[in-house]
């Protein structure tokens, strides 16, 4: 009963945390899965078995506040789903001896990315309102859906990102149609799963706390963005997620680190970790400062006007 409740829990914070950045959920769920001892293929698919409930749940809040563009969802959605379903049967075709360094290699390299991304970079802007090409987006998700599937997470670090740093979508819209079209990708993904690996290594009762938790947190995603900056979340969730699988890779057969090592490296991993968010909350107040700054300027000029308007 405990690791259900601490299960929901942590789709609870997933959802949370996906629903604000447009990622996240799979990546984090199946870093906990992993580290607790889950077959990768059956991880994976416990994840993306509950992400057709949070996904839904997610797109239709999305919906609701304006967020989704589904000419971008149908353009990268369908492509992402194909990728998915190719990445789960390639994953359930590798013996669990390979599969978990392999996932946990995929998740390192997009836990570090994640941490970088909105450390040094914030959510890019600009280019607002120009089109988003098929041939941009179609390719894309069949990467991003691929990986996702192999990693146990991956559409939104691929998908958001990519698209973000086009600035043609305002962030919100970006965030909203990953989540949406990420419906399609989940579906796919556990179809290629029940194909490779059949149901009776999936734990349903798993896949129901963390369906329950993503379903709870999808509704008010939309309200913790405006309470918790992006890029202070983004540094935050991509330290956890580079500490979680440094350990399960420095543990495994394949390199099978002395305890002496494994310190050092999570003393290291915790330092740079906590000078990333540091780094981020510093940028974010100087982002603010400058804004209030640029508003005040503003306004003063408009009274300025104003008042010239009014003497002449």
């Known amino acids: 009963m405990r690791a259900l409740i601490l299960l929901g829990l942590v789709g609870l914070a997933a959802q949370l945390v996906d629903g604000s ?105 600009g280019n607002l309102g120009k089109p988003l090409r098929r041939r941009f987006l179609a390719p894309l998700g069949l990467v991003a859906g691929f990986v996702d599937a192999t990693g ?43 194909v490779g690996i059949g149901s009776e290594n999936i734990n349903f009762a798993w896949v129901g706390v963390l369906l329950l938790g993503g379903v709870i947190a999808a509704p008010i995603a939309a309200w913790l963005v405006r309470h918790i900056p992006p890029r202070i979340l983004g540094s935050a969730v991509g330290g956890v997620i580079v500490l979680t699988n440094v350990r399960t890779l420095l543990r495994s057969d394949w390199i099978d680190a002395s305890g002496g090592v494994q310190t050092v490296a999570y003393i290291a991993i915790a330092i740079v970790w906590a000078g990333a968010i540091a780094y981020s909350v510093r940028e974010y107040r100087r982002d603010k400062a400058n804004e209030s700054v640029e508003a005040v300027e503003q306004e003063l000029r408009a009274r300025s006007g104003e008042e010239e308007t009014a003497s002449a």
Not at 66 to 90: S, Y
Not at 155 to 183: C, M, N, Q, Y
Request: hydrophobic share 55%; aromatic share 8%.
């Open 152 to 194: 146990g997470g991956g559409w939104g670090p691929v998908g958001t990102p990519a698209i973000l740093a086009s600035g043609r979508l305002a962030p919100r819209k970006v965030i909203g149609s990953i989540d949406a079209s990420e419906f399609l990708v989940a579906i796919a993904a556990s179809i290629g799963f029940f």
């Open 21 to 125: 950045l447009g990622m996240a959920y799979g990546v984090t769920s199946t870093t906990l899965l992993l580290a607790i001892g889950t077959n990768a293929a059956a991880a994976s698919a416990t994840v993306h078995l509950a992400e057709i409930g949070t996904t839904l749940a997610s797109g239709i809040s999305h919906w609701r506040f304006g967020n989704v563009d589904w000419k971008v969802v149908a353009k990268i959605g369908i492509p992402g789903a194909v990728g998915a379903f190719a990445g789960a049967t390639f994953l359930s075709s590798l013996s669990t001896e390979i599969a978990a360094p392999v996932m946990s290699i995929i998740l390192l390299s997009l836990g570090v990315y994640i941490l970088i991304r909105f450390t040094a970079f914030g959510l890019p802007r």
